[in-house]
């Protein structure tokens, strides 16, 4: 398809476990963006790519989170050594560099026990 | 820093009636960008609708429109003619359009239920 998509949608973790969860934004856009949504929340901005560069990481809530976009195209966020308040979903979002839409992926939610 | 504000945590409209949901922001910022999106049960976020600061006119996109109201710093959705599938949670969100960088701020959201 030609949307957003993130892998795997589901993910179930135990505590304490590392966790990759993986975004294929839409084929040329050059901005990526990770969002945390909490139950019942709106989506908290995470961090932002412009191609390969990560230009923001202001919002990853400590250092076990970690993205990469090596080759400017997919994504992967890293959650080291999980603890039960990551659960969430995490959705993915990417835009072109003059769009003002951003499309979202499916979100993959993670649930650590 | 900007901020958004949803104040109705939960919306009940009949079906085939206008409803309008209320979002107030903060910003300091003299070019932004405000959006509304609907998140149905499934998860996906699902862009609605776009007001530029500097757009003149409301935005209006089929059934929602915008009623954008700049002094005021409110930018409530209104979706006339309800449908059953029209119940969803709605977030508004808001963006700098000033430095280029495309960071967005979304509100707490908005559940909207449709009754039949």
């Known amino acids: 398809g030609a949307g957003v998509s993130q892998s795997p949608r589901y993910k179930v973790a135990k505590r304490g476990q590392d966790v990759a969860l993986r975004c294929d934004p839409i084929?040329?856009?050059?901005?990526l963006f990770w969002y945390q949504q909490a139950l019942g929340q709106g989506p908290e901005f995470l961090t932002y790519f412009q191609n390969e560069a990560q230009l923001d990481k202001s919002g990853l809530p400590s250092d076990r989170f970690f993205a990469e976009r090596p080759e400017g195209s997919v994504s992967t966020l890293k959650i080291q050594r999980t603890q039960q308040e990551d659960s969430a979903v995490y959705l993915c979002a990417s835009s072109s560099l003059v769009g003002y839409e951003q499309y979202f992926g499916p979100g993959t939610r993670l649930t650590v026990t | 820093a900007q901020k958004i504000t949803q104040t109705q945590p939960g919306m009940f409209v009949q079906e085939k009636e206008a409803v309008t949901l209320d979002c107030t922001y903060d910003t300091s910022d003299q070019s932004y960008g405000l959006f509304w999106y609907k998140q149905p049960s499934s998860g996906e976020m699902i862009f609605l609708i776009y007001?530029?600061?500097?757009?003149?006119q409301n935005a209006t996109e089929g059934r929602y429109s915008l009623n954008f109201q700049k002094a005021r710093k409110s930018a409530n959705l209104v979706i006339s003619a309800s449908q059953l599938g029209d119940s969803a949670m709605y977030f508004c969100a808001m963006r700098d359009l000033s430095g280029g960088y495309q960071k967005v701020t979304f509100g707490t959201g908005t559940k909207l239920q449709v009754i039949p």
């Open positions: 084929s040329g856009h050059v901005s």
């Open positions: 007001q530029g600061s500097y757009d003149e």
